[in-house]
């Protein structure tokens, strides 16, 4: 099709629609082709006939931006129909009739399976053709839809710098949509925006041959993203890490987009159900849902700057070695209670932690190895971005550090600077008080349980979250030892994230989690390095923990220290084990062994191990810096982390890990923290 | 003068093809898309196309249900795509002839095929020369205006 023709076509379009519609029929017949053509020009559409699927199928990949439907003959010799139907509607995203002199039903339904928006039997009838352009409307519109709910979102997103520029574009450019649009602006038009195009993911900018996304190629992408973090993932790196040939940078930006559209809309459906949740209360799995939902809605929000939105749904946990990632994580965490506890851990900046978690997730064990790396850079990050958000938050990570140090006064200065954001900062604070009295001793700790409990409580009310509240009930005597390690990282970092969420506590407490654990971790490590040491032993076992105990001064005041611990104590997976083993045993026997101290912890954490193996590549890390009660979450965190892809899976398995800790109070206190 | 007797001697023709069901109203649809549609030219064109066509699959099979083993699939392949050409010109005798043919091919009934293909010839052949006379009328007609 020459410009000419197609300008004439564009005009005749924009005149009277179904007038001009562009259609490509394809038949091997040329019999039924010439009919096929004829009828199709007395409807006064464009036609462009080919008798070769391989050579429409050429030209649409071509000039997909040319043809408004395509009608192919199902009986081809050089390539099936369905074939056909199939590739086209995987590239292209045209609607496609389908024609044939064979109307069985199994054939037919053959089709409709394969994506065809209608079949139609030989020899085809002008009053059938005079209707067909209502195919191509109603994709536009459904398209629109799509393209609207998604600008919704985005909307209601503002912080997420990446979605900026579709935030920018009309509903209608999303996708499909532009193709559409384009045939209703000059060439001129086109062509500036075959430029943007390649940027915003436009599916009709010609030249390129469309790249097939095999399961294969999408494995690599996603390696690529998360290897260089979804934030920090710009197509040419992508497409280097990737190292494919004939992948274009434009097939990688595309992609991209679509990918981080793709998580999103994931994060969207989650959050709606964990709305849902949330509205009915109680322990229901779903509540960590919910609570992860609201992370992701909140990260979104709070993230603005730094957190992409993407990131909070579990994205960030492949991707980012950065502060992002971080964040993510903390998002991600907070979707999944363990994953909070697992970004906890990374934050603490135990490379072992981090590589445990990554484990869990098997492709992202590379990318992990980096994250872990990075990760200790990672909480100074956090802290910039902390800082950058909030003035508070910062102060609030510096005093949590300083609290770690043991001084609770100094902690609940801290919590003032949170209250003042929130009501949730209010429970922060006294979890970071928790944390220095857990650190000071085990003694302290039951202190600090009780001391915990509060804390859960007032998180509770400040969260509104009737999980936080189930939590507190069923977990009283648990929680206090919970308490005493979320609440110490917690502290710092909810500081942080509830100036981060306003909306959910839950969320925000998350988010707060992920900031101030790669702060209040590495800072408590230090200064609490007794109690954590403690924590670690559980991570790693009670005899662990006393030599740890021992040793852990100068463990606690390096993060890496932390690390060697842990490996010492056991294999970064063991000990990843060990740790949610001990979290879990705690919650169980939460009142007593938290009380009685770490060392119980170790015998209590057997029972719970089964549960934890999951999260036990996550939690070790976590678990030793921060609590045990993070274990679980760190296993649902793990099993989130995997990838995006495994969304929807981590979020059922979270569910049955809910359901399986909702038995025990760590369950609820997992969503409590998840809530926070 | 003449044209109106050549004229009349086509629409007699017509008549009697419609009549016999040698073509049914698809190929009356083809005529009105010529007729209104200003394509003049464009039955001959589709029909011609159509001959040519049925001939050589008519050949194919015949050379395929020759050989000592048959590729019913392929047989089966011809006469779906014949059975398509007829229906889309209105070759009504010939693609219900294709529909039997193409139930003894599913069958694998070698000697009923060879029987169908028979008739389909004999159809064709019919039809073939029918439609020759009315390209010839036609372009008599024509060019005596």
């Given at each position: ?60 990949r071509q000039n997909r931006d040319l043809f408004d439907l395509v009608i192919s003959d199902v009986h081809m010799p050089d390539m099936d129909g369905f074939k056909l139907l199939e590739l086209v509607g995987l590239e292209m995203d045209l609607p496609v009739i389908m024609l044939s002199v064979n109307g069985e039903t199994k054939t037919v339904m053959k089709g409709i399976t394969h994506g065809a928006c209608d079949y139609l039997l030989k ?554 | ?145």
């Amino acid at each position: 099709m020459r410009l000419d023709e197609r300008k004439a076509a564009v005009g005749r379009v924009r005149d009277q629609f179904p007038v001009g519609m562009r259609v490509l029929a394809v038949d091997d017949d040329p019999v039924c082709l010439k009919v096929l053509e004829n009828l199709l020009r007395r409807c006064q559409y464009h036609v462009t006939t080919t008798n070769q699927a391989v050579v429409a199928l050429r030209m649409l990949r071509q000039n997909r931006d040319l043809f408004d439907l395509v009608i192919s003959d199902v009986h081809m010799p050089d390539m099936d129909g369905f074939k056909l139907l199939e590739l086209v509607g995987l590239e292209m995203d045209l609607p496609v009739i389908m024609l044939s002199v064979n109307g069985e039903t199994k054939t037919v339904m053959k089709g409709i399976t394969h994506g065809a928006c209608d079949y139609l039997l030989k020899p085809v009838r002008l009053e059938e053709l005079r209707n067909i352009w209502q195919h191509v409307v109603r994709r536009k519109f459904s398209n629109c839809e799509r393209a609207n709910i998604d600008g919704y979102e985005e909307w209601t997103r503002p912080s997420n710098a990446d979605f900026d520029h579709v935030h920018s574009q009309t509903p209608d450019q999303c996708g499909r949509p532009s193709k559409k649009r384009k045939e209703y602006h000059s060439e001129e038009e086109d062509e500036g925006e075959e430029s943007n195009g390649q940027e915003n993911d436009d599916p009709s900018a010609p030249k390129k041959p469309r790249v097939v996304w095999s399961v294969e190629l999408h494995r690599k992408f996603v390696a690529a993203v998360n290897q260089l973090g979804i934030d920090k993932a710009v197509p040419k790196r992508i497409l280097e890490l990737m190292n494919v040939e004939r992948l274009t940078r434009e097939n990688v930006a595309s992609h991209l987009q679509k990918y981080r559209l793709y998580l999103k809309r994931l994060s969207a459906v989650a959050s709606q159900q964990a709305s849902i949740v949330a509205g009915l209360g109680g322990n229901d799995p779903f509540m960590w849902m919910g609570a992860f939902e609201g992370l992701q809605g909140y990260q979104s929000f709070a993230s603005s700057a730094a957190l992409p939105s993407f990131s909070p749904q579990g994205l960030l946990n492949r991707n980012n070695p950065t502060s992002f990632g971080i964040q993510g994580m903390s998002a991600y965490r907070p979707i999944q209670i363990a994953t909070g506890n697992s970004t906890i851990s990374h934050s603490i900046g135990d490379p072992n932690k981090y590589h445990l978690s990554l484990p869990g997730t098997s492709s992202r064990q590379g990318n992990l190895a980096q994250g872990l790396t990075t990760s200790v850079g990672q909480v100074q990050l956090t802290q910039k971005w902390f800082h950058e958000e909030t003035d508070d938050l910062s102060t609030i990570l510096s005093v949590s550090g300083r609290a770690n140090n043991g001084v609770p006064g100094t902690l609940q200065s801290v919590t003032n600077s949170h209250l003042l954001q929130h009501g949730l900062v209010e429970c922060r604070q006294d979890k970071v008080v928790i944390q220095p009295s857990s650190s000071g001793s085990s003694d302290r700790l039951e202190g600090t349980v009780g001391v915990s409990s509060s804390l859960m409580d007032s998180c509770a009310s400040q969260q509104r979250v009737v999980p936080l509240s189930a939590f507190s009930t069923s977990a009283s005597p648990m929680n206090g030892s919970f308490c005493s390690n979320d609440i110490a990282e917690l502290g710092a970092t909810s500081s942080g994230g509830t100036n981060i969420c306003p909306s959910n506590d839950l969320r925000v407490a998350r988010d707060n989690k992920v900031g101030a654990t790669s702060f209040g971790n590495v800072i408590l490590l230090s200064p609490d390095t007794v109690p954590n040491q403690k924590y670690l032993n559980f991570g790693g076992g009670s005899n662990l923990r006393q030599s740890m105990d021992g040793g852990n001064t100068d463990n606690l005041l390096n993060p890496k220290f932390i690390w060697s611990c842990l490996p010492t104590s056991q294999p970064p997976n063991l000990i990843g084990s060990h740790h949610p083993m001990s979290q879990r045993p705690n919650n169980g026997n939460l009142g007593g062994t938290m009380v009685g101290q770490t060392t119980a912890s170790a015998s209590t954490a057997a029972p719970q191990t089964r549960i934890d193996m999951f999260i036990s590549g996550d939690t070790p890390t976590p678990k030793s810096a921060s609590d045990l009660s993070f274990p679980r979450v760190h296993s649902e965190l793990s099993s989130s982390s995997c990838s995006f892809d495994g969304l929807l899976n981590s979020i059922i398995k979270v569910e049955k890990d809910d359901a399986s800790f909702s038995d025990d109070l760590g369950c609820d206190f997992y969503s409590l923290g998840a809530c926070i | 003068m003449a044209a109106a007797a050549l004229r009349e001697q086509l629409n007699a023709l017509l008549s009697s093809m419609f009549a016999s069901g040698l073509v049914d109203d698809q190929f009356q649809q083809l005529q009105m898309l010529q007729e209104d549609g200003g394509t003049p030219g464009f039955v001959a064109e589709v029909v011609t196309l159509f001959c040519d066509d049925a001939d050589r699959i008519i050949s194919e099979l015949a050379a395929l249900l020759e050989q000592p083993i048959v590729d019913f699939d392929k047989v089966d392949a011809y006469v779906h795509q014949l059975k398509g050409s007829s229906a889309s010109v209105g070759a009504q005798k010939v693609k219900f002839t294709c529909m039997q043919f193409r139930q003894l091919c599913q069958d694998k009934n070698r000697d009923g095929c060879i029987m169908a293909l028979a008739v389909v010839r004999n159809e064709f052949y019919d039809l073939r020369n029918k439609f020759q006379t009315m390209l010839q009328l036609e372009q008599q007609i024509q060019a005596q205006q």
